[in-house]
């Protein structure tokens, strides 16, 4: 920690807006389950984000939309039981704020009050704004997310990057823009071109966080199992990853195949 950087006994959506307004970028990464947000918050990362990314990484699927509303508050719950320091915020999965801002409220309030998380985050602009005000009117903290928008999978009908011309770009910074108006307390910018990241950064007075969208914002995020390399399927350009735990954990649970099968575990002292 740097000596004008303030310590954070407990991050809120206003810690985040006095980080960007003090120049400090925030972290973020994703966690799903009780041991590893644990482990997230020890490392003082400011934001858990339990994404939808759990439909790839917890359950194997393709892609985030089968996920449901129960089992994201299944995964909330136990990321809020681990979590002392960060601020906790939810995905609301395909299909339960789209239709009606009635059904997005109903939502919410369910991951509020089921897994005792701080804000919601969901995908879209203009499209989707007479849900964000409704959840905001319930006193709920929203956070938005634009670009590439993986909820939007078939509609792109590739993870390529977005936003590269005019007209989208011009879309998304209106977008943005018009997320701050309803009240979004900050903004996550997926793979889009660093130099529209920045503009769009520099434009708003609430954070924007990027994955895959340059530096020049006011934070990062990523996907846990991707930095620390339990998956070794998925690697974008944007992706650094700190460690290969998939290749650790593989060569730790051979070594006790082999303990097992060679009878040298347990030994003397690992037993009764
Ligand atoms: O679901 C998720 O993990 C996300 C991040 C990639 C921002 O939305």
Do not use: W
Request: with cysteine.
């Amino acid at each position: 920690m740097s000596a004008n950087q303030k310590s954070y006994k407990r991050i809120t959506t206003n810690s985040l807006v006095e980080m960007k307004q003090q120049g400090e970028k925030i972290s973020m990464l994703t966690a799903y389950d009780y041991s590893m947000a644990k482990a997230v918050d020890a490392a003082n990362v400011d934001v858990v984000l339990v994404g939808d990314s759990a439909s790839n990484v917890m359950s194997g699927h393709e892609t985030t939309v089968p996920i449901t509303l129960d089992q994201m508050i299944y995964h909330a719950a136990a990321v809020v039981r681990a979590v002392h320091r960060a601020l906790v915020v939810v995905d609301l999965p395909f299909g339960t704020y789209q239709s009606d801002p009635k059904e997005a409220l109903r939502s919410s309030i369910r991951i509020m009050k089921e897994s005792g998380a701080h804000a919601v985050k969901l995908e879209g602009g203009s499209e989707v704004k007479d849900s964000i005000r409704r959840i905001l009117h319930a006193g709920i903290p929203v956070m938005g997310h634009l670009g590439l928008t993986p909820q939007s999978i078939y509609k792109f009908g590739t993870y390529t990057v977005r936003a590269k011309e005019e007209k989208e770009a011009q879309k998304l910074i209106e977008d943005a823009k018009l997320l701050e108006e309803l009240g979004c307390f900050a903004v996550v910018l997926e793979k889009i071109p660093a130099e529209l990241a920045q503009k769009v950064a520099s434009q708003l007075t609430i954070p924007v966080i990027g994955i895959g969208a340059g530096s020049n914002v006011d934070g990062q995020v990523l996907v846990l199992h991707d930095m620390i390399g339990l998956t070794t399927e998925f690697n974008p350009r944007f992706l650094r990853r700190y460690m290969n735990l998939y290749d650790e954990m593989t060569s730790a649970i051979k070594n006790y195949v082999g303990d097992v099968k060679s009878g040298q575990f347990p030994n003397q002292n690992e037993q009764y």
